[in-house]
């Protein structure tokens, strides 16, 4: 998901913690299943990561607009 599209959904700070924990939980799983050699595509440890900055960025912004 874009960040842009992260933004138009106008979730909460809550919303946006919970967000990042479940992003988190699924980088866990797949870093898993890639050490247990059972992850097809080695891009979604990348796309997670990537998935978690973005709304950890607007996570700070709406922080600091508060």
């Known amino acids: 998901m874009k960040a842009r599209e992260l933004r138009e959904q106008d ?3 809550e919303d946006l913690t919970t967000k990042v924990s479940e992003l988190r ?3 866990f799983g797949a870093r898993v299943r890639h050490a247990t050699g059972q992850l097809d595509s080695t ?6 990561r990537r998935e978690i900055a973005r709304v950890e960025t607007l996570r700070r912004e709406k922080a600091s607009q508060q």
Do not use: F, N
């Open 43 to 48: 891009a979604t440890l990348g796309s997670l």
């Open 11 to 13: 979730l909460s700070l």
């Open 25 to 27: 939980k699924e980088l």
